[in-house]
């Protein structure tokens, strides 16, 4: 079992490599639908879903909530001698846990990799130490990174945020932290480089100038672009979506919201959009309408998959298994040519009663699963293309003659009011929602 | 009292001119803040709040809901021999009750005033009929039109949207009544034209080409507007935000959205957000907030006043009466010089069971009441100069040195993340939430 | 075709006998999963789901919501003399219907059926008259009477509350209209009678006696329930729980409170609830959740079949179309032995813009298709007693030894605490959730 | 100033004894409403708000959220050799603040004052040495305990919850703390003991046997009780309802909820609601919905004074300082006598980023001001009484005659039915909402 892990001492005993068994299996430890190398549609679905594991959830996070201390027993965490050796125990665990899992890909914050150290320099070496080591470890399995990003949230020094910090002394304590990320994705030949802004928001109003602060983040990211492709990095920057939680308010509230802000900073060629599925549902949006509009607007890069309970007004980070969401999430990703830079990051955790060494296992397989279910369903619907062609003829009129003039702006105003002489019947073509709705379930049960 | 109407008949018996009798007062019909001419800060209470009545919720609207019917019964509904006749008995009774209120202004769609007819050139004709009596009463009374809007949602014709129908032929005919809107409005001296989009999104996603019905609603609108600036309309353009109902989504989303929306088509330099306090809510922000962001963008235009429910997920368009929202909703058009073209639109309704005639009258009472009050305390806020201080003191290491080099965009990355040398106390500042918190409501009970 | 109704004209022509086709058809009109007679453990499919079509939806609505008039053009309404025979021709359309899609039952409100006269006593008249031609055509046709229930919400007069309005009179209107729809469920052998409080709540407790209007409504079912129980009906009656709309607060907001309520008026014994599950949503609650919380209770009894959007926050009514929600439905009613007097009523509508007429056919077939699959996972879950013996596994320590004499109450709390010695590992048993929604998933695809 | 605390230490130097300085005062450490010893209607200002700090949020809390840890740097944490060293330090801290405030009481769990030892046995012995030291305080500064209550929720062993956990010995290790918890209030002369129960409830119904869960719940509360009540505790109970977080769904959704609840299981005679604005807004309802239903179900007992914010959709936690809450809140309360054993418990906490000492201070001056405001709100629409007045003239027709019958159970339901005789214009009556909506803005403002 050796080949699943590279470090010293095993941390998951007793579980092996994952294996593809088939829908019919019951063993909790195999894959029922993702099976890694079968083709859907010329590319495997390894290929396709680009799935990675988040360091944070996963080998940070111990089950702590608002209201009690941690309830997982990570034996990573438990007998380091000092911080930096507990890194490295916890980069063990990482990647016997991601080879074992058989995900293509990572994903890191700075803090989550590598402790914090006495000084910004110090911290930037604890980090390239530990981007050393993962560099190995990244060469000796084949485990990619997808994104690094940095923290910018967690410590009391950004409380009152980071790039949008009313006290400038924050801000190049953000940068630091960002630039020494960046130095890391790049060292570690990260695919791309995420901002997620946790406190570049508001508590309150009244003490905040919105526009001033929204300035300052604009031209943060700016500079931070500008540096890391002096440096070389030829990746797409990320930025994700989230309407509040931690802060009441959070600037970056949804895909419309940030492509207009990326647009007015002059962002928008370097930067895509990372979707959240629980962050669409706060924000009170479809995830399929987050990653339709993002699609739409040509600015989707890449997915935090997880799932919120439409009932908890916060960020809940379930694993994903409706074969709803991931069906219509793959159909608008298939239907715009499939990932490129971007994959299927899990931002998710496993509850905080799962305290089983297997939970953490089993919750990635069934997300895993999930999405390889949502593959299958959103490849026959395009194969079978019902509803390309039902959305083709819907808007056929704009297809040719005057609503085609219409759509190429070659008509004035008083010649389109002009064109209606009578009302007759016009506009009662129906939707046909309910028939489309029929048939996506046909479709998920294996039409 | 026949100065106070100019129809043959009176609507509002016994209620006369609406007076101001001081906050002691226990007569519910008369102003208890609110006092016309009062001076303040070198503008009169109505130089600042500019009242408008929306002829929808008062004069159309009769207590219908979807559980049941109406329940008003307005005597302009009752005894007319044909539409026509009714829609002149609704425009006495509307200026009667406008005039009687000391409203500056009105505000309408084309179906409010005047009925639909068997065709568009009929439709337009009645319009432009109703529109010279219109005329006429405005002169005679001194009330003016806020803004002019077109209804491209009530007629079935619309249910798969107007300008963003699939249906070639139904943009035409929303084409149609926008032009004659348009028209309507110019000649009774609009000071804004308002687009609400309310079918303007989609019910489902499967049938649904996103891209290209935001595409056409741009297309739409920048026709429009260059019809009307052809014909000479000098008056801004309103784009109001809502999220949903009736649509599941709409793509007036919020002010940022509309934002992005209004820069990729080219109309930021002419549109404006007529921001409405119950959408604000709907989409998950606060009316404030709303407020701020259109500030920031430079794009605030005009306010519809009303409030909802914040545990009712619609559209309740109830009166508005919270001191706190009409606080900050000023201070925010305070701060940023008042109200230009636009003005306080009433787009509310009186509840269900509010049947009697007087019911319309107080309920405008208190909001006009409410507003003023609102429109003191942000005064005073302002006078006192507190909010502003703390706040300008909370930014102002960006206004020199380093900080104001970053803000300046004269300072690379490396150099901002150089300038972090020690963690130290950096960004331990109080945010003072709580006591400018507790400032508020000193002023609100008139500190 | 003329053996799929009953009247003398066919309104849904073109249309035959929905059938079953199985999972590959491609025919809009067919039944995909629902075969009626397929057994299911035991009972036929159509014996567990006892699927009913709401009158009010399917034969009164058409389209209309709050922002436009209606849309679809039902025939049924087109050619009557009077209101009566439009009653008859409605009756007709919906015999056609019902006996076309193969559903089992059907429900209404009397104004659903029958048009309010100009009394009281008139109006009862137009009930019994219809209700006598409904009886004649259930026999006819096979078509049985679900149950049957009043509206009094949409007359005006009801719009301060029916049971809980102020005014005594409404009071004794509403029990006019009780009195004789229970008789009218009597005559036509309903085997349940449903109260829904439309308008039982309040619009603001500035104006309400809460107090006073809640015992008013107890009152009120008890004289309702001595009055059917009088006249020899035999059957259940529903209370359908509903948190608000079109009221801000409606007395029987989910299943907890109206359970209370029950008890606090002695109603328990006579009542079960009537769960829907887009109420549910609006309650906060999951539609299981309310389904496992009145089973739990004892008080499970019929369910409203249908859907909300999570991001709409009104009453969307949409037919239910979800696997899970469904499937989780099915399992929580085969869990208590499956319904007895209740059934699936499709208290649900086609959208606005679906116009044409197979789509209320296609709409019902989605439905019924999606509570086919719901019964069939459900039965697999059952049968195959993983998620039962997990469960009882979990709560093990109470069957036997301390565990069980708490249970039963034979322990001292003191001595309960005196057990607790050591702190150990106490509690540390992985809730497994993760394990048991994937399991879940497998049970949707077919294991 | 030593008067102002007891310790050895002084935790908030520069601060002393807070002062009533009135509505004009620019000191942010100063009342500008609460005047203590101000008569309102017979009782002082103290006599009637019964202020009390919570000891969790203002002494135990720091800060931390979900995001990162905390930020407020408490001097009474930081020099302690031993954690119950550390605990008396607090203590002292405790009284210093509550003494200075100007309170009347506090309110803790068990594990605020008093860390967890290794075993049960020394836990509690723990919690009795600092009991025995609170008891001193108390003496010496006159500060008294509200309610006292165990924290069943933070410790990990509760992960599955604590009275409704699936393995029975963990509901031991519940029952010892409880058991504790109510010597320790018995001890310290507490008025109440309450029960909030934070993981009662579940996180996926697949796993969950929520009908024995709820009767584990019962029982215990049961047996809880009758341990009190043999240890001469003659307090009251209070049951804290909350909807969610932490766990999916809690049992004691709301008032409603758990009056049901309560009935049930038989302790309707000993338990009241501690209502908490907070929970009130996540469970759907107004806060002064929930304490006008518990005053209609005879169960008011407690408040946790507090507010959410509206677009947030997790406990927040805020300090209250809506005069609209705090005056509503007033009225209900001052209308069923005032409060008995029960009192405002600030469940409150500042801000993450307030990390000034004062913070602490001028978030509680804020909150109760803002209930002095309150109080004068509620105390001058008592007195005025046309509230009363109007809605004992709605309810007119129930108190003499046929109405009076109905509601005193005199009247058969086929004779009710019978008075309905003409519809006539039954009903139409206003509700005058606005009316009474903009007499509540006069009331505020001073009338």
Redesign the interface.
């Known amino acids: 079992m050796a080949e699943y892990f590279v470090g010293n001492k095993e941390y998951f005993p007793g579980i092996g490599k994952i294996k593809y068994e088939g829908?019919?299996s019951d063993n909790?430890l195999a894959f029922?639908?993702y099976d890694p190398d079968k083709k859907v549609g010329g590319k495997t679905m390894k290929e396709h879903l680009r799935f990675a594991v988040a360091y944070w959830h996963s080998f940070c996070g111990d089950?702590t909530?608002?209201?009690?201390?941690?309830?997982q027993k990570q034996p990573w965490k438990q007998d380091a001698k000092d911080p930096m050796e507990g890194a490295e125990h916890k980069l063990d665990a990482a990647f016997e846990f991601i080879t074992k899992l058989g995900a293509e890909f990572y994903c890191f914050h700075d803090r989550d990799i590598a402790p914090e150290g006495?000084?910004?320099a110090e911290s930037e070496k604890n980090l390239m130490t530990i981007v050393a080591k993962a560099k190995e470890r990244q060469k000796a399995t084949g485990v990619k990174l997808l994104w690094g990003t940095a923290n910018l949230?967690?410590?009391?020094?950004?409380?009152?945020g980071a790039a949008t910090?009313?006290?400038?002394?924050?801000?190049?304590?953000a940068?630091?932290q960002?630039?020494?990320a960046i130095d890391a994705t790049i060292e570690l030949g990260g695919q791309g480089y995420t901002f997620w802004g946790?406190?570049e928001g508001y508590?309150?109003?009244?003490?905040?100038?919105?526009?001033?602060e929204?300035?300052?983040l604009g031209?943060f990211l700016?500079?931070?672009r500008?540096?890391a492709r002096s440096r070389g990095f030829t990746g797409v920057f990320y930025i994700e979506p989230k309407?509040?939680?931690?802060s009441?308010?959070q600037y970056d509230?949804?895909v419309?919201?940030v492509?207009?802000?990326l647009?007015?900073f002059g962002l928008e060629k370097d930067f895509r959009m990372n979707i959240e599925a629980n962050h669409a549902?706060?924000?009170?949006?479809?995830f399929?309408?987050e990653l339709?509009?993002a699609?739409?607007l040509g600015l989707f890069g890449s997915v935090d998959a997880n799932r919120g309970?439409?009932?908890?007004?916060?960020d809940?980070d379930q694993?994903p298994?409706?074969?709803?969401e991931t069906s219509?999430a793959m159909l608008t990703i298939l239907k715009i040519g499939g990932f490129t830079t971007g994959g299927l990051n899990f931002d998710a955790h496993?509850?905080?009663?799962?305290?089983?060494p297997s939970?953490l296992f089993?919750?990635h397989?069934?997300g895993m699963?999930?999405f390889a279910?949502g593959l299958e369903v959103a490849h026959r619907i395009i194969q079978d293309g019902k509803?390309a062609a039902?959305?083709k003829q819907?808007?056929a009129?704009?297809d040719a003659g005057?609503?085609a003039r219409?759509?190429k702006?070659q008509?004035?105003?008083?010649e389109?009011?002009?064109?209606?002489?009578?009302?007759g019947s016009?506009?009662?073509?129906?939707?046909?929602?309910?028939?489309?709705?029929?048939l996506?379930?046909?479709y998920?049960?294996?039409?």
Do not use: C
């Open positions: 829908p019919k909790p029922k639908y089950g909530d608002m209201f009690g201390a941690g309830t006495a000084t910004p949230f967690s410590n009391p020094r950004f409380m009152n910090n009313p006290d400038f002394a924050v801000v190049s304590h940068a630091a960002v630039k020494a946790g406190r508590m309150s109003l009244l003490n905040t100038d919105l526009k001033r929204k300035e300052h031209r700016v500079m931070a500008d540096y309407p509040m939680e931690p009441k308010h509230f949804d419309e919201t492509a207009g802000f647009k007015q549902e706060l924000a009170g949006h479809d399929h309408h339709e509009t699609a739409a309970d439409p009932r908890n007004g916060w809940t694993f298994m409706s074969y709803y219509l496993i509850r905080r009663n799962s305290v089983d939970d089993e919750a397989i069934g699963d999930a279910v509803y039902f959305v819907r808007y009129s704009f005057d609503g219409f759509e702006g008509m004035k105003f008083e389109l009011a002009g064109l209606a002489k009578e009302y016009v506009g009662f073509t129906s939707g046909k929602q309910e028939r489309l709705e029929n996506l379930n046909q998920l049960l294996g039409l």
